[in-house]
Structures are given as structure tokens and as C-alpha cells.
């Protein structure tokens, strides 16, 4: 949508393509619906890709900043929270996609719904075909999105248009996704939240830390602090759960021994008590499991709950403006690039960015 009003914008004449029964589905469910979309700590760092220095150079020329105006020059007003990630200030989602269907048709885009391309070729122009009908082009941008939450629309089968024109595909796995762990670390814990610090260990060495929402689930663990160690996280993996991340081991230590009531205001009192059992009463057991709470990974949930897909069509096989180096006119943007980020707006970043770049490269 984001390089269709580029295009059009420039005057291009532009169809939009989707297969479902709507535009932007999945954009209106993003942020909790709230619609994260970017962050003004914004640099290739936050990135996961073949090609992370292409990633930094395409943000050089179209970054959080230029996205905040691109979508303020639709309408509406973006603002940073304090961790930098930018929310429309209606904090709805759905507005966000509603901004975009109201440009697009301000611009006289042709959206052609419910008309999912299943081939893609190229015979001195590309030619589209879906079950209603089909159509050549000059150009085509393919923005048909990953695997991440097939319930959008994006199960993975839009690969097979790109490995036509002979692309590989980066090996794909679900991130930003819910944190399956050892059963007996979870357990009486299902449904505690908590503002906790997280770290991954491999082999003894931290992976990931971070701080923010940990949710205990009757399987593993979810929150935000857990879908950034997602990024990370492989199966194995230990994780250490720090309960009091800003109370000093010898400050909690004084007040640990007597009965679980020396647990009170520490934690949360559900979990307190589940600790303070765990550990039978023991001080320096309790303080081990206040500051360095272990788990396991065992797996994710997979593809159908994350919010990500980590692999896709590598960077290396396309120029600066994601331009197949297969087939010139063949472009494409967001997530079905071998590009994701972390938690916090990157992956709608991503999505403008490419766009961005992708349209600049079809306007040539
Ligand atoms: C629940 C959830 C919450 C999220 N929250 C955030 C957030 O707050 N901030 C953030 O930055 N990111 C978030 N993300 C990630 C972000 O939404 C995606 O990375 C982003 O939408 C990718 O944009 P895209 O245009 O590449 O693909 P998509 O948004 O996935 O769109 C691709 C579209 O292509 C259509 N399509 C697929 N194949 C075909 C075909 N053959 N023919 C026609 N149409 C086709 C699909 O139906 C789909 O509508 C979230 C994701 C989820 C699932």
C-alpha cells in the first residue's frame, strides 16, 4: 500500500493485488492494535538479514523520520512513547489502514481484491494472472508479506512467484512468536505478568537481555520482552528470568527468611507463593529464583502466532532498490524480503522503507 501511493503519487497508473476480502488486515491488528508503527531508535542493529549493511543504507534513505511524515502527509498525527516506538495518537490500528485506503482511492489506485495472483512471468512484459482474469505490467512490486500468521493471508505460498524467476529462499522460521519451555518451570505460574529482565544463555554465554513483559501461558512464556528473545532464542536455550530487576541481590538477600510473607511487595503475591514452595523456604534458593529464574526453551509456537517470519528472498539476490538481479521490473518489499526486526515498530519500518526504495527503483 506504502509503494502504491508513492507510485501513484508520481503519477504511475497502479493496481493493488490482495487476496483477501480487504486491504491491510494485518496492519490493523498490529501493536496490539494500537499500530506500532516505527521507532525513532531506529538503526540496521535492529535488523536480522543476509544483508545487514543493505538494510542500513536502504534506512539511510527512507528512516522512521520519513515514515512519521509519510503517513502524517496521508493524515492523523504519530507520536513516540518513551521507548521511541510511534503510534498514531488515536492508538488505533485500523485508522492507520484506513489512512491508506482513503490515499489510495484519493489517488484513483485500482485495488483489485479477493484476487490472489498464483502466476507470475515475464514475455516482453510480466504478465499476472488470478482465477478472475489477468493482466501485463510494466513492473511489478512483490509485497505479498511471509509466513507469520497465516490468518492474514501470508501462509508462504507467494515464494513460489519469486523461485519463477529463480530466487532462493532464505530458510524460514517464525520469530517474534510465544516461547514454548520446559512444562515444571511454568507451571502454577499460567496467567502472571510481570515487568521482568530476560536473558538467553547458549552454552553458558548470554545471546539476549532485555527488560520488559513477561506472561507466563499454561506452555511457555509470551510479552514483549519475550517476542524480542524470540529473535534470538533457539531451542535449548536457557532463559533466566530476573523477578527484580532494579532491587541488588544483597538488598533482597536482608529481607529473605521466616515465612513466604517476606516475599510481600517484593513480587507479585501469586508468584511469590509459587517461589517460595519452589525453593522450601530456603533464602539462598529463593534469591537464585528471584534474580536468575531458569527455564528452557523447548520450541515456539510456530508460524500461526508469531508476528514475524525470519528468512525470504535474500538481499543478495537484488540491487539497492530490492530490484531482482534476475529479472529487471521485478521488485519487492516487506517481509517477504530475508529482512526482520526486532519488537517495537521494525517490522513496519521495514515494510515503508523497502517500499520506498522499491518505488524509487520502478519510477526509474
Ligand atoms: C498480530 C501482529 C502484530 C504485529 N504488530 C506489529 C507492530 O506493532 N509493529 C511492527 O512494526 N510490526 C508488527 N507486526 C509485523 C508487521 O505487521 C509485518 O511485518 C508487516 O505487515 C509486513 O508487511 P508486508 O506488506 O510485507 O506484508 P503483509 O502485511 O503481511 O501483507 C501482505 C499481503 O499480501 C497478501 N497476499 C499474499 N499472497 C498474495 C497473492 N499471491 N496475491 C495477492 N495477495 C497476496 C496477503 O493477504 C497480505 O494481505 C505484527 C504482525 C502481526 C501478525
Known sequence: MACAVRLAREGADVTVF???????????ATGNGQGN????????????????????????RFGAEDAVRFLESMGGVFLPDSRGRVYPVGRQASAVTDLFRRELQR???NICCGAQISELAYDSAFRLAWAGGQMSADAVVLAAGGMAAPSFGTDGSAYALARAFGHTIAPLSPV?????????????????RVDAALRVLRGGKPVFEGRGDVLFTEDGVSGDAVFRASSHAREGDALEIDFIPDVAAERA??????????????????????LFRRAAGDPHALLRLLKAYPLTVTGTR???????????????ETDECFQSNFRAGLFFAGEILNV????????????????????EGALC
Open 18 to 28: 490482495e487476496r483477501g476480502e480487504r486491504l491491510g488486515r494485518k496492519l490493523s
Open 107 to 109: 489517488l484513483h489506485v
Open 253 to 274: 538477600a536482608r529481607l529473605l527468611g521466616g515465612d513466604e510473607g517476606c516475599l510481600l511487595c517484593l513480587v507479585n503475591n501469586g508468584l511469590g507463593r509459587t
Open 37 to 60: 508503527v516505527t521507532n525513532l531508535r531506529m538503526d540496521a542493529g535492529h535488523y536480522f538479514s543476509d544483508d545487514v549493511p543493505k538494510v542500513a543504507r536502504a534506512l539511510a
Open 340 to 359: 526482520d526486526g526486532e519488537c517495537g515498530g521494525y517490522n513496519l519500518q521495514w515494510a515503508f522503507t523497502s517500499a520506498h526504495c522499491a518505488a
Open 176 to 192: 517474534l512468536v510465544h516461547l514454548r519451555t520446559d512444562a515444571a518451570g511454568v507451571r502454577g505460574l499460567r496467567g502472571i
Open 302 to 316: 510456530g508460524f500461526a502466532q508469531a508476528q514475524a517470519t525470519r528468512g525470504g528472498v535474500p538481499l543478495g
